[in-house]
């Protein structure tokens, strides 16, 4: 199909899809709005009222972190369970969630419920919002890499999470930030993480193949065009995002959603996490997840539980690099998900939490009881009425 005239892409959901836009044909725009306005429309009235509400979020508590150069990064701390002085009724685990490229925390929406309200074992949670994204604080542009993302965990885990056992999630740009923390800190792995799950995203070579190719490559012309765009003009830029706001919408569903008939508001949501980043800073990332390559840093998780999880319709981080990671990793438990695409947790959530659950547990196992328990021995959680 012909673009109307120049126009803009949005980021890419979770670990790509940017944002962004120079103009549209006015005319040739308005009718394809109308177009995508009216399925719109549509596809929301054939949904089931069960399907289409996003449902109650158990509360957090808010809170922030200074990182080590100074940005302020938002966080969210979610703790359901009893008394966390009796040891039998604490968290058995802290559960770190890192997003990915161009969302924020919201991407585990599910997940903050299913997690939260776990009991065996049961989790703390720690949600925030990687610098330039979300709540977080505007970073500047040299300061945006995935190394910078790798110490802004290291932040986040010293200040919430300053000792007991970690498990670590991360979604697409979120599993590279955790492939450079391991990177920099690998006695972190072997002394405290136990568990890591790397959900859709790569080791290396993100630009070689798929829609990073063609969009996060540091060679595309279109991205550094609207990267400088961003920064001179940054109201043009914000005009035309929201003249095109049904065209990229109808995108974000086409690279974020294997399923083209998912829940409206589930792209809504992924669209208003696009939207509420700035178009510069999500460029400003373009050069640090086109050159991320940590394969070496992969054999520090070797002594973790590991899941890998990824759909098999990704069009944004290509199926092939879970597979890469679950080869360097052979005794990760790995979890296609036929005809999904890049937000596994959103599409297919129920799978999802299935797969995190027992993932979870599996890392829980590796707690060592005490008092004469053998190590390595499954330890034993009340449950909660």
């Known amino acids: 199909m012909k673009k109307p005239g120049i126009w803009q892409t949005v980021g890419v959901a979770g670990g790509v899809v940017g944002a962004a836009a120079t103009g549209v044909a006015v005319g040739a725009a308005a009718r394809k709005r109308k177009q995508i306005a009216t399925a719109r429309r549509r596809l929301a009235t054939q949904m089931s009222e069960g399907s289409s509400e996003p449902g109650v979020l158990p509360p957090g508590e808010p809170s922030s972190v200074t990182a080590d150069d100074g940005v302020r990064l938002s966080?969210?701390?979610?703790?359901?369970?009893?008394?966390?002085?009796?040891?039998?009724?604490?968290?058995?685990?802290?559960?770190?969630?890192?997003?990915?490229?161009?969302?924020?925390?919201?991407?585990?929406?599910?997940?903050?419920?299913?997690?939260a309200e776990l009991v065996d074992p049961p989790v703390r949670l720690v949600l925030y919002d990687q610098r330039s994204h979300g709540r977080s604080e505007r970073a500047s542009r040299e300061s945006c890499t995935i190394e910078q993302l790798g110490r802004d965990l290291d932040a986040v885990i010293r200040a919430l999470a300053p000792e007991g056992p970690l498990v670590l999630v991360g979604h697409s740009m979120g599993g590279m930030t955790i492939m450079a923390l391991a990177e920099d800190h690998p006695e972190l792995f072997a002394e405290r993480v136990l568990?890591?799950?790397?959900?859709?995203?790569?080791?290396?070579?993100?630009?070689?193949?798929?829609?990073?190719?063609?969009?996060?490559?540091?060679?595309?012309?279109?991205?550094?065009?609207?990267?400088?765009?961003?920064?001179?003009?940054?109201?043009?830029v914000d005009v035309v995002r929201g003249v095109a706001g049904d065209l990229i919408w109808a995108i974000t569903r086409s690279f974020a959603y294997g399923d083209r008939s998912v829940a409206p508001w589930l792209v809504d949501l992924v669209d208003t996490m696009i939207s509420s980043n700035a178009v510069d800073a999500l460029t400003?990332?373009?050069?640090t997840v086109g050159s991320h390559d940590r394969v070496a840093a992969l054999p520090a998780l070797a002594g973790c539980e590991v899941l890998v999880a990824a759909g098999e319709a990704d069009r944004v981080i290509p199926y092939s690099h879970s597979e890469r990671i679950a080869a360097e990793l052979p005794d990760a438990t790995f979890v296609p998900f036929p005809g999904v695409g890049h937000l596994?947790?959103?599409?297919?959530?129920?799978?999802?939490?299935?797969?995190l659950i027992a993932f979870l547990r599996r890392s829980a196992a590796r707690i060592d009881v005490g008092s004469g328990a053998a190590p390595g021995r499954p330890k034993r959680f009340r449950r909660r009425a």
């Open 284 to 287: 400003d990332f373009v050069d």
């Open 344 to 355: 596994p947790m959103l599409e297919q959530h129920a799978k999802m939490d299935e797969a």
């Open 195 to 236: 568990g890591v799950a790397l959900v859709s995203t790569s080791a290396g070579e993100v630009g070689s193949a798929g829609l990073p190719g063609a969009l996060l490559s540091r060679r595309n012309p279109l991205i550094r065009g609207v990267g400088l765009l961003a920064r001179l003009q940054p109201t043009l």
């Open 75 to 115: 966080c969210e701390e979610i703790d359901l369970t009893g008394d966390p002085a009796d040891p039998d009724d604490a968290a058995a685990l802290t559960v770190v969630l890192v997003h990915g490229f161009a969302l924020d925390r919201r991407t585990w929406h599910f997940e903050r419920r299913s997690l």
